[in-house]
């Protein structure tokens, strides 16, 4: 069975042998989901926009089956103050976008990020690319089962304020889902957890995942949480 052990030099691969049963249906998703499924927003035809990925990184805690998410630092240019899944750009040295670059990314950003032990992690899937049109970035999620977890917190308080994990359950629970209303007039979903609003790309991402695994429950999509203009 293939593992992900080394961000630098080796190859990364896809592995689904050993998974646990839960996470059949979000292997299926990843399978079969197509890109205007997940998002109105794909990568440009002309191939501009800035490769990166992010670890869609699912655990299971003592509440059953977990994703891990950080909160960026207030001091970012970009999405400041936004829990989002641990990534970035790729580097050079992460290897060919359209190839096994993006795992490679995804794991040395979460490393960098949360202090996360990649050799823990099976990567089991990639989703189809999306395009986050504010900050020009083309995003590759990467899906991960934490197999052997390793402690994690915040690496440099200049990039990240806090790393948490968020059980599906709580996520799935209509009571903390609602729809953001920004100033622009977009309108997108939203999940309040962990003391912590979750919006935009990745609360879309999350949205997605739960609704085409199957879990998602009937929620009040009128709930509005109203964005400041500065988000």
């Known amino acids: 069975m293939a593992h992900a052990s080394d961000t630098q030099g080796g190859r990364v691969t896809l592995s689904t042998a050993g998974l646990p049963g839960w996470l059949d249906p979000v292997v299926h998703a990843a399978e079969t989901v197509e890109p205007l499924q997940l998002s109105r927003f794909l990568p440009p035809e002309d191939g501009a926009g800035r490769q ?11 509440r059953g089956p977990e994703l ?8 970012l240019r970009s999405h400041a103050g936004q829990p ?4 970035g750009a790729l580097d050079p040295e992460d290897g060919d976008p ?38 020009g970035f083309v995003v ?4 991960g089962w934490w197999r052997e977890p390793s402690p994690v917190g915040v690496v440099d308080p200049n990039e990240t ?27 997108g979903p939203a999940f309040l957890v962990e003391s912590a609003l979750v919006w935009g790309f990745t609360a879309g991402l999350i ?12 929620w009040d999509r009128e709930k509005l949480v109203p964005l400041d203009w500065r988000s």
């Open 52 to 62: 990166s990925a992010v670890l869609v990184l699912f655990g299971e805690g003592k």
């Open 68 to 75: 891990l998410l950080m909160e960026r630092a207030t001091s």
């Open 84 to 87: 989002s899944f641990p990534g």
């Open 98 to 135: 359209h190839g096994d670059g993006p795992l490679r990314a995804a794991l040395r950003e979460a490393e960098e990020e949360t202090g996360l032990d990649p050799s823990g992690v099976q990567l089991f899937g990639v989703l189809p690319k999306l395009y986050i049109p504010v900050s």
């Open 140 to 143: 590759t999620p990467v899906l």
């Open 161 to 187: 304020a806090r790393v948490f994990t968020v059980p599906v359950a709580d996520l799935t629970d209509p009571a903390h889902r609602a729809t953001t209303h920004h100033p622009s007039g977009h309108r």
């Open 207 to 218: 949205d997605r995942l739960l609704h085409y695994a199957g879990w998602e429950r009937p």
